[in-house]
């Protein structure tokens, strides 16, 4: 194993900075956002992605549909790739986020939302790709080239960017002020002491992820993540589901990494890991609150729906640590590689 800091481990503490940047940047693409709902005030929005843009677009949907109230769809990109279906979407607004807006599912999937109705908004970081050239709007990641295949910045970016919208099209004061927040709190995860947690995974051989809301998303991404750099076999689970029919897997010492922010649903989220760590359960909590178990205390942004994004690029860093430990290059996962374009 290379003691040559990772593209992976770089890219991510790049993020306060991509962020920052981002919002800055897109004001005026926000604004033009916040005036098309003002106008349209569609009753359904769509969504459309891939991988961990596709849990970005998660994040998206429970921050949206809590702030704004309005129902967040996901159309699967093969409803027009493969199977050729025409899509009514009359009056309706669809995003597409991708890193590199190259994937010809996901852009034929904007054409027929398109066709179908729908005003299109690329949230993308290559913003001269084809999926960004076709869209209504576009909304640049600014985060710059990522190397890695796994994807870090770009991921923080994407969340980012869509939480702005969110708080563009509520109005919501709070969300403003968490974003502004944002970067600072992210910066602030530099240095925390993740060496327990880090053990706990390098001896795992699967584990559970876990969150509700928006942190499920990240809960999502925390998976993936596990699979694809550190071979690690990883399940996301909300917290609320875990419950069921999947805590018949949980024996002592399976690892639970859980994303519980102090929001609406932290009393729950306390309960149920007190219950699974009762089960013998190794529990690993990310947040600004202490739990039981190997707890991570995280910075907030004074908000809790936009704080598991805060504890993420804190888990970047663990899984990317785990994985060199495991004798693995991260930014050169086996069978992957960074554009995947499906159809």
Request: net charge negative.
């Amino acid at each position: 194993m290379s003691e040559t800091q990772s593209l992976m481990l770089t890219e991510a503490g790049e993020s306060p900075a991509v962020v920052a940047a981002l919002l800055e940047k897109d004001r005026p693409a926000l604004a033009e956002i916040a005036r098309l709902f003002a106008s349209a005030r569609p009753p359904v929005v769509t969504t459309a992605a891939r991988g961990s843009s596709d849990h970005a677009a998660t994040f998206f949907k429970y921050l949206f549909e809590i702030a704004c109230g309005v129902p967040v769809a996901s159309i699967g990109p093969s409803i027009a790739s493969v199977y050729g279906a025409e899509l009514s979407l009359k009056g309706g607004i669809h995003f597409t986020v991708s890193q590199s807006g190259a994937s010809p599912d996901i852009v034929a999937l904007q054409q027929a939302a398109k066709r179908g109705g729908a005003t299109t908004i690329a949230v993308v970081n290559v913003t001269d790709s084809p999926l960004a050239k076709q869209a209504d709007i576009v909304l640049g990641l600014n985060a710059g080239q990522e190397k890695s295949v796994a994807a870090t910045k770009s991921f923080i970016a994407s969340v980012a960017a869509l939480s702005a919208v969110t708080a563009a099209v509520s109005g919501k004061d709070d969300l403003k002020a968490a974003l502004d927040k944002l970067p600072e709190a992210l910066a602030a995860t530099a240095g925390i002491d993740a060496s327990a947690a880090e053990d706990v995974l390098f001896n795992a051989s699967s584990l559970y992820t876990s969150g509700r809301g928006p942190a499920f998303a990240i809960a999502l991404e925390a998976a993936l993540k596990a699979k694809e750099t550190a071979g690690l076999h990883a399940e996301a689970f909300s917290l609320a589901e875990l419950m069921h029919g999947p805590m018949r897997l949980v024996q002592p010492g399976f690892p639970i990494v859980a994303f519980a922010p102090d929001d609406a649903a932290f009393e729950n989220n306390a309960k149920a890991l007190e219950r699974l760590r009762g089960l013998g359960a190794t529990t690993v909590p990310f947040s600004t609150q202490p739990l039981a178990g190997v707890n991570l205390h995280m910075p907030s942004t004074g908000n809790g729906l936009i704080d598991p994004l805060v504890a993420l690029l804190c888990y970047y860093r663990l899984i990317e640590a785990v994985t060199r430990r495991k004798g693995f290059d991260p930014d050169k996962p086996a069978n992957l590689l960074k554009v995947t374009e499906t159809v």
